[in-house]
Structures are given as C-alpha cells and as structure tokens.
C-alpha cells in the first residue's frame, strides 16, 4: 500500500494521527525523564521514614544488667528517623544499683534514642525513694552521671516536715541531695510526735 494511492482525505487522517502520535510520544518520554530523578528522590525518602503510632509502649535502658530507667507511655509515637518517641499518659522509675531511686508520673514524655535524655512535660509528679515528692511542669534527665533538673512551678515536699515552692530543682544523680534555684519559698515544720 503506498500513501500516494490513499485518498486526500485519508492521507491527511493518517498524517494528523502520526503527528498527534508523536506528539504525545515525546510528552510521555519527556515527563519521564524529568520526573524519573524527582520519583527516586521521593521513594528513598519514604522509605528511610518510619513512624508508628502505639497504645501501651514500654521504653527501658539497661547495661551490663544493670537498669538505668524504665517509662511506660499509655500512647504514644515513634520516628525512626528521628530517634524519638513521644508519650502520653507516662509512668516510671528510675533506678541507681537496680533500685528504684524515683518514681515518675506525667501527662507527656519525649525520649530521644540519639541524645539518650528524657524530658517530661505537662502535670508531672516525682517520688524520690527517701520519701520527697516533687511537682513540676518540665522534668529533664539527661543520663545517669549528669544531675536532673525540674522547672516550672516546682513544689517539694517531704511528709509534714518541709513544704517549698520554687522556680527549678537540681536533682543529684544518686538522688541524694538537691539543689533549689530561683524564687523560693520554703517552711520547715517541727513534728511533734
């Protein structure tokens, strides 16, 4: 068949078709190559980035068998990419000698997997294991060698001997002693027994 022999008509169908064709061709093939990088890019970003939302997550460090800390999160959210777990509804301990030295309750808490410090926000409540409790509004433990510091309308109190109220509280990391900064006010009371 020649395209000579082919009516007027038909050739100039046939040309408008080749051409549309062609057209279209060489939109997809130019697409391609320059979405095809883009594509890849985004692939291996998704890809990298794993997030997981968790109800009832339980986070601990531990190290030649011994227990630096636990912390139990209600719900919660992890990113891998990040290193980092935000937690809601949080309870725990932390531990010196595989004891329970202070207890800890919260409403949130973030722990960072590649700084290795945990941060409590939000209507937190310490129980030190010598009997004093502490409220406060942020609670930052940084590692087992470095103090532990809670700020933000911070109350301390221990039985009905000593009530104070203060801006921040440096916790020793044995949990024995304790340093308070800022504006504070404190009463001590004689127990008549």
């Known amino acids: 068949m020649n395209l000579k022999e082919l009516p007027k008509k038909k050739r ?14 060489w939109a997809f093939i130019t697409a391609g190559i320059i979405t095809h990088d883009f ?9 990298d980035q794993q997030e997981a939302l968790v109800n009832g997550v ?10 630096f800390w636990e912390i139990y999160g209600e719900t919660g959210k992890w990113d891998s990419t990040l290193g980092h777990a935000q937690l809601n509804k ?3 301990n932390f531990y010196k000698d595989n004891e329970v030295s202070m207890s800890f309750e919260s409403s949130k808490g973030t722990y960072n997997q590649k700084k290795g410090d945990i941060i409590l926000h939000e209507d ?3 129980a030190l294991k010598d009997g004093i409790t502490l409220k406060a509004d942020k609670l930052h433990w940084f ?5 532990i510091i809670a700020e933000g309308h ?15 509280i440096i916790i020793s990391p044995s949990y024995d002693s304790f340093k308070i900064v800022g504006n504070t006010v404190s009463k001590v009371y004689e127990d008549k027994k």
């Open 154 to 168: 911070v109350e301390i109190q221990k039985g009905k001997e000593l009530i104070s109220t203060a801006d921040k």
């Open 12 to 25: 100039l169908y046939l040309i408008i078709a080749l051409t549309l064709g062609g057209i279209l061709a």
């Open 124 to 126: 937190t409540f310490i």
């Open 39 to 47: 594509n890849r890019k985004q692939l291996a970003i998704q890809s």
């Open 90 to 92: 949080v309870i725990g």
């Open 143 to 147: 590692d087992s060698k470095s103090p």
């Open 58 to 67: 339980i986070l601990t460090e531990t190290k030649d068998d011994q227990k």
